[in-house]
C-alpha cells in the first residue's frame, strides 16, 4: 500500500472519528500536492517541504509551522487581519527583520558578471550544469540565513522557466521556519519591443502595450485598467505577486529622466489613470476572489514615489547624488500628493488602496514643516507619518527605494549608495531611522544584520516591549499583502498553463490595440497622412554616436536602420535613393543631453552642473537659477550647482541632421517624422522641414505604419505640453504643472497638453472636454 493512500486513509479516519463529512480531496503532480477543499480555498504544498495537511470540521489546513494545530494564521476561514497579527507575533525578532527586506534585482538564470551576478555551486550558470529553475547561491542564502521573503525579479529566461523557479522558491521557504512563502515581485515589464510583429492570433512572450507616457496618451482610465488586469494575469502566471508600479509622480519638470515612466504632467489625468491602474492590477473576481476584491489574480501594486519626485531641481534625478534635492519655487508641494491621496488611496474597485507605497530618494527641500529636516523621504518622519500615514490615514506598506541605506561613493555614480542628509550615519543607523519614521521595509537589501543592529537600538532608547511592538506594527502590514493574495494558500504555479495564459493572443491584441490609441498626431501639413500602401519610401539610417546609459553602462556606436525593414516592407517598396522615393520616413528620438553632470567639468574644477538641453543644437544656459536652491553633500566643498552660462551638447544630434538633410535630399517631397519621446520637445529646430509629425512613446514599429498608411486612425493626445523654447524650460517652477509656453508649429497649432489630430483636424471630445478644461482652470488659478 502506498504511503499517499495511507495518509489519505488516516485523514478520511480522523474526519469520520471528529462528526465530520470529508470535504477536501488531493491530487499529487510531481513534488507538488494540490488541496481542493469543496467550498473552500484550495491549497497547494510541496511534498519536499514536510507540511503536512491538518482536518477541521471535514476541511483541510496547511500545518506551516509543523506543530501539529491548527494556528489562527494557517486557518483560511479567519480574516486576513487575525492571520497576519498572530502570524507576527509567533515570529523571531530575526524573522520579522528579514521580512522587512526586499531584495536587489534578481535575474532568472543569475548573471555570470556584472550588478546582478550570480553562481551556482560557485560557478557561473553556464558552467555549472544547473538548471534555469534552479536557485543561485546567493539566493538560497538570502532565502534562508536572511529570512528575504520579498524577491525583486528582473528578466526571466521564458515564462516556463520562471514558473519552475517560482516553484522550487516557494518550496524551500514553506520547509522553513513558519512556512512564510515568497512575495515576488517585479518592476514593469510590458514594454514593447519596437521590432516584433503582431498578427492576429498569436502569442508572444509576454503581451506588448505602449510605456506609462503613452498609456497617459490614450486619455482613457479604461483602457489602462484593462493593462492592470492583463499584466496581473500575466504577473501571476509567473509567479508575482507584488508590482513595483504605478510611477504617479508628476512630472512638472520637463527634463527629467524618470519622465517617460510616468503619467505625464497633469494632476488629474495622473489622478484618474493611478486610480484606474491599480483597481485592474488587485482586483479579482469570481472564483479567484477570497475576500473584499483580494484574491488568487491580484497583484499588490507598490506606488510611486510618495510624496512626488518629478520636481527635482533643473531636472536632475535623484538616483544620483548631483539631484538629490527636489524644489519647490512654486510652493506647489501638495499638489503632488494629489495621485496618491485621491487616486491610489481612493480607488473605486473593492481593495479600496494601494497596498504598498515607496517614497522617492529625494530631500524634498524645505518641506517638513514639523521637524526642519531635510533629508530623504523615506529618512523623514514628518513626510512618512504626520503626512502619509496621519493626515492621509494610509496604513499599507511602506517601501523604501533601492539602496538608500548605502554609503554614497560619488555623486555621478548610479549604483552607489543614495542615503541623502543622512550619510554621516551608520547603516545600522539609516535602518533605525527609517523604522522610526514610519516605513516598513527596506529595498535592495537582502543582510538582515542591520535591522536587527536597529532593532537592538529601539530597545535601547523605547524599552524591549516597545520596540518588539513596532517590529510586529510593520510585520502585520508586509504579512496582511502575502495572505490577501492568497500565497499562504497556494504559491505554487503549473508551468503549462502558465505558458498558456502569458503572452496569449488576446492579451497581445489588447496591448496592440493601446499602441495604436497612444500615438498623438501633431502635424499633417496638407493632409501628408495617411499615406498611400505599395509606394516607394526613403528612411535614413540612424547615427548613435557611443556614450553611457543611464546605469553608467558603455554603449556601442552604432549606425542602422531605426526600424525594422522586413515589417516596413509589407507596407512599402523600401529605397536608399531618395531621388526614387515618394515619401521620406526619418524615425528620431526625443534629445538626450545626459542627466545635467559633467565629470569632466568637474575634473577641470568646475562644479560639475550643466544644463539638460530639451532641444538637438548645442545649448547655452543663460538666465538659469543663480544660485541654486538645493546643494550639499559630503563629496562636494560647495553648495551652489547653478550652470548659468554652461553649455552641453545633444548626445543624440545626429536625429536633427538626419531630418534636415532628409529634407533637402527629398526636393520638396514629402518628410514624414515620428519622434520617440521620453521627454518634452523643443521642435522649432525641424517643424518646417516636416509634412507630418507622429509623436509616441515607445510602440511597435508595425503600429507606426498602421497609423501611416490609415489603417488606424490617430487618437492619442500630449500628456505633457512642448516648451516653445529653452529659455521657457529655464523659467518654468520645477514643482507646477503645465505652465510653459508652448510651441506654435507652422500650421498654427499650439502642442499644448491635450492636443492631438486625426485626420479631421484637432481632436475635440469627451476627453479633451474633461482634461483640457482642468488645465485652462489651473492657468486661471495661476494668474
Avoid at 527586506?101 to 557561473?124: D, R, V, W
Amino acid at each position: 500500500m502506498s504511503k499517499l493512500l495511507v495518509h489519505c486513509l488516516l485523514l478520511v479516519s480522523l474526519a469520520a472519528t471528529s462528526g465530520h463529512t470529508q470535504n477536501w480531496s488531493e491530487v499529487t503532480a510531481g513534488p507538488i500536492v494540490t488541496v481542493t477543499n469543496k467550498g473552500g480555498q484550495t491549497l497547494g504544498y510541496a511534498t519536499t517541504s514536510g507540511v503536512k495537511l491538518i482536518i477541521d470540521k471535514g476541511l483541510a489546513f496547511k500545518d506551516l509551522n509543523k506543530n501539529g494545530k491548527l494556528d489562527p494564521y494557517e486557518d483560511w476561514r479567519l480574516p486576513v487581519a487575525v492571520r497576519a497579527t498572530d502570524l507576527a507575533s509567533k515570529m523571531s525578532i530575526e524573522q520579522i527583520a528579514g521580512l522587512m527586506l526586499y531584495s536587489k534585482h534578481q535575474p532568472i538564470p543569475s548573471a555570470p558578471a556584472g550588478p546582478f551576478a550570480g553562481t551556482y555551486a560557485g560557478k557561473t550558470f553556464a558552467e555549472s550544469g544547473a538548471k534555469p529553475t534552479d536557485l543561485s547561491d546567493q539566493q538560497k542564502e538570502f532565502l534562508t540565513k536572511d529570512n528575504v521573503r520579498h524577491v525583486l525579479i528582473t528578466s526571466v529566461q521564458s515564462p516556463a522557466v520562471a514558473a519552475g523557479w517560482n516553484n522550487n522558491a516557494q518550496a524551500l521557504v514553506e520547509g522553513l521556519g513558519l512556512g512564510i512563502p515568497a512575495n515576488n515581485s517585479s518592476d514593469p515589464r510590458h514594454g514593447t519591443r519596437a521590432d516584433a510583429e503582431y498578427n492576429a492570433g498569436a502569442g508572444g512572450t509576454i503581451s506588448m502595450w505602449p510605456g506609462s507616457l503613452g498609456l497617459a496618451a490614450t486619455f482613457n482610465p479604461d483602457v489602462v485598467k484593462q493593462f492592470g488586469q492583463v499584466a496581473a494575469a500575466e504577473y501571476r502566471a509567473l509567479g508575482i505577486a507584488t508590482a513595483l508600479s504605478p510611477q504617479i509622480d508628476l512630472a512638472t519638470d520637463p527634463r527629467w529622466y524618470r519622465f517617460s515612466g510616468t503619467f505625464g504632467e497633469d494632476p488629474k489625468l495622473t489622478t484618474d489613470l493611478a486610480r484606474a491602474y491599480i483597481d485592474g492590477f488587485q482586483t479579482s473576481t469570481g472564483s479567484a476572489e477570497i475576500k473584499d476584491g483580494w484574491g488568487y489574480s491580484s497583484v499588490n501594486a507598490m506606488v510611486k514615489h510618495w510624496p512626488g519626485g518629478g520636481s527635482g531641481e533643473s531636472g536632475r534625478d535623484a538616483h544620483y547624488g548631483y539631484g538629490k534635492y527636489a524644489v519647490y519655487p512654486g510652493n506647489n508641494f501638495a499638489t503632488h500628493f494629489m495621485p496618491f491621496t485621491e487616486g491610489a488611496f481612493k480607488l473605486t474597485g473593492k481593495t479600496g488602496m494601494a497596498s504598498a507605497v515607496m517614497p522617492y530618494y529625494t530631500i524634498s527641500l524645505g518641506q517638513d514643516k514639523k521637524n526642519g529636516e531635510n533629508v530623504g523621504n523615506s529618512y523623514n518622519k514628518y513626510i512618512i507619518t504626520d503626512l502619509l500615514r496621519t493626515k492621509y490615514g494610509y496604513n499599507g506598506v511602506v517601501c523604501t527605494d533601492w539602496n538608500i541605506t548605502a554609503d554614497e561613493t560619488a555623486v555621478d555614480v548610479f549604483l552607489t549608495g543614495k542615503s541623502w542628509g543622512v550619510e554621516k550615519l551608520s547603516v545600522a543607523e539609516r535602518h533605525y531611522k527609517i523604522l522610526m519614521a514610519g516605513a516598513d521595509q527596506f529595498g535592495g537589501n537582502n543582510d538582515a544584520t542591520p535591522v536587527i543592529a536597529a532593532y537592538q537600538m529601539g530597545v535601547k532608547d523605547l524599552g524591549e516591549k516597545a520596540m518588539r511592538a513596532r517590529m510586529e506594527q510593520s510585520a502585520v502590514r508586509l504579512l496582511a499583502n502575502i495572505f490577501r493574495v492568497g500565497l499562504f494558500e497556494n504559491p505554487y504555479l503549473n508551468s503549462g498553463e502558465t505558458a498558456s495564459i502569458v503572452g496569449k493572443s488576446a492579451y497581445m491584441q489588447a496591448g496592440y490595440q493601446a499602441q495604436l490609441q497612444s500615438v498623438v498626431l501633431l502635424k499633417n501639413k496638407a493632409n501628408a497622412l495617411p499615406l498611400t500602401k505599395g509606394r516607394k519610401v526613403y528612411i535614413p539610417k540612424r547615427f548613435t554616436p557611443a556614450g553611457r546609459n543611464f546605469l553608467g553602462m558603455n554603449t556601442p556606436e552604432k549606425l542602422e536602420y531605426p526600424v525594422n525593414l522586413a515589417i516596413v516592407q509589407k507596407y512599402f517598396t523600401v529605397t536608399d535613393n531618395p531621388d526614387e522615393a515618394d515619401y521620406a520616413l526619418a524615425f528620431i528620438r526625443s534629445p538626450d543631453s545626459g542627466g545635467g553632470y559633467s565629470s569632466e567639468d568637474a575634473k577641470a574644477g568646475g562644479n560639475g552642473y550643466v544644463p539638460i538641453s530639451l532641444q538637438y543644437g548645442d545649448y547655452t544656459a543663460q538666465g538659469a537659477r543663480n544660485p541654486s536652491l538645493g546643494g550639499g553633500d559630503p563629496l562636494e566643498k560647495f553648495t551652489n550647482r547653478s550652470y548659468d552660462g554652461k553649455s552641453v551638447k545633444t548626445i543624440n544630434r545626429s536625429d536633427l541632421t538626419m531630418v534636415t538633410e532628409t529634407y533637402t535630399k527629398m526636393k520638396g517631397k514629402p518628410v514624414i517624422v515620428a519622434v520617440q519621446m521620453n521627454n518634452p520637445t523643443i521642435f522649432t529646430e525641424f517643424d518646417r522641414q516636416a509634412n507630418a509629425i507622429l509623436a509616441h512613446f515607445s510602440v511597435q514599429d508595425q503600429a507606426l505604419m498602421d497609423i501611416l498608411t490609415g489603417a488606424a486612425e490617430p487618437s492619442g493626445l500630449l500628456p505633457m505640453q512642448m516648451p516653445a523654447d529653452m529659455k521657457t524650460v529655464e523659467a518654468q517652477a520645477e514643482d507646477v504643472p503645465r505652465d510653459m509656453k508652448s510651441y506654435v508649429d507652422s500650421e498654427g497649432n499650439t502642442y499644448d497638453f491635450a492636443f492631438g489630430l486625426n485626420w479631421k483636424g484637432v481632436i475635440r471630445d469627451s476627453r479633451t472636454a474633461t482634461y483640457k478644461k482642468e488645465t485652462q482652470k489651473a492657468k486661471l488659478a495661476s494668474k
